[in-house]
């Protein structure tokens, strides 16, 4: 143990001193790098940095809404009140969790795949060897899919090969010039990094949800393709990661009673991960959209175990995390599977195929004996249940700005955002460039990097 907490103080003291930005954090060569596959392993199991995402996104998103004047009382309220009234400039020089955690975390990997490299690969270590070189491809891919969800544009094929992705670091050591990659080359190197993934770690976990196995690859691997709209991709995948096991929870099982009735690795968790800490999840003054809450029919089960009445009437808290705590979760789980095959079947027209999917999963949403399968007339109407279901059961779980992106390409589904908060009005128009979050000013400083218009 000794061991592994010096390991995790020297890798966190890799540091960035206030005059470097992350791009260019590397290892000092005084330091000691772990060089043993269980040192490699800790560093990896290091939950408290491999397994936290972004959590900026969900306060600009139309699932949510602050009580007039809550902005001041935020833990962060330049960034988070900001984002919330989606204004030009959200950093105001301040540095930004999302940039900085997760190339925190595509270092820590960068560092792992170079030193496993130098371990010999032998017949009585070849189990551990290909969980650690496959986990960290994952969690590079991840981070790398995490990056590009906030600060790159929703994906379209025209224009992917000239708009602008994310830097692609892929070695500990600094890369000067590391300019920014288009968004085609970044989904290629995601996808790339959970090729490698795939072919090393175990079908499943069953007690550790906190590390990567083929199941959260082949769930992260259908994300990838339909935010690409690659949808009979996306099926594949999302199949496959179903195949590997898990059980939906029964609402009907779940005390509505409970301050927070799902719990954390229940059967559902296929990958755990949590966002980072920003206050507006947890505050009594972040409510959950009226007209949301509203479309929760009588007998949906998900309304009670999500939403609990607020101190101001008529407005509810949400409570759903599968972290069952205060902390948001943003990992990987087998509802959002389950909503991702469904989209993806009834996209390519597989409509009977695709509703009978999503029927599958409400079931076991509603009061026992209460839920009628959902009849859809034709692909337009089965995508509109679907996409609304998707949005009904991923609330507050990371997904609904990256949705609000994608969707706003689509003339049906395009949606503008409007706010009234301290006597003035806000709005976000679809395809706005206020989308992209912008990149800190400190990296910009100091790496040649375009920055994002807003």
Sequence with gaps: MKTYIKIYILLLSMGISACEGFLDAKPEKSLVVPSELNELQALLDNGNTMNVFSGISDIGTDDLELEEGAISGLSNPVVEGNSYL????????????????????????????????????????????????????????????????????????????SELG???????????????????????????????????????????????????????????????????SSERYAKE??????????????????????????????????????????????YIDGELVDSYQEGDLRKNVF????????????????????????????????????????????????????????ATRWSANTFQPIQAENEVEALEIVLEERRKTLVMRGRRWADLKRLNLEDRFRKTLERNYGGQKYSLEPGSPRYVYPIPEDEISQNPIVQNSR
């Design 241 to 286: 990661s179903l195949s590997y096991g898990g059980e939906l929870m029964d609402f009907n099982t779940l005390d509505p009673s409970a301050r927070f009735p799902v719990s954390q690795f229940n059967t559902e968790v296929v990958f755990h991960a949590l966002m980072n800490s920003y206050s507006y999840i947890r505050q009594q003054t972040t």
């Design 166 to 232: 994310i830097p692609l670091r892929l070695s500990p050591e600094v890369q000067f010039e590391l300019e920014r990659s288009t968004v085609e080359e970044t989904y290629s190197r995601i996808i790339e990094d959970l090729e490698g993934a795939y072919g090393l770690l175990p079908e499943r976990y069953s007690d550790y949800a906190t590390r990567p196995s083929k199941q959260a690859v082949t769930a992260m691997f259908s994300m990838v393709y339909l935010y690409r709209g690659d949808f009979q």
């Design 86 to 161: 989606w204004k030009p400039d959200i950093l105001e020089g301040f540095g930004f969790t999302e940039w900085n955690g997760n190339y925190t975390r595509i270092l820590y990997s960068n560092v792992v795949l170079e030193q496993i490299e130098r371990i010999a690969l032998t017949e009585a270590n070849q189990t551990e060897w290909n969980l650690v070189k496959g986990s960290a491809l994952f969690y590079r891919a991840a981070s790398f899919l995490d990056l590009l969800m906030v600060f790159g544009p929703a994906y379209q094929e025209a224009t992917a090969s």
């Design 307 to 362: 939403f609990t009445p607020a101190k101001k009437e008529g407005k509810f808290n949400f409570r759903g995390n599968y972290s069952s705590g205060t902390r948001g979760f943003n990992g990987i789980a087998l509802d959002e599977i389950y909503l991702i095959l469904s989209e993806s079947l009834i996209r390519q027209g597989k409509l009977e195929e695709g509703m009978d999917v999503l029927n599958e999963f409400l």
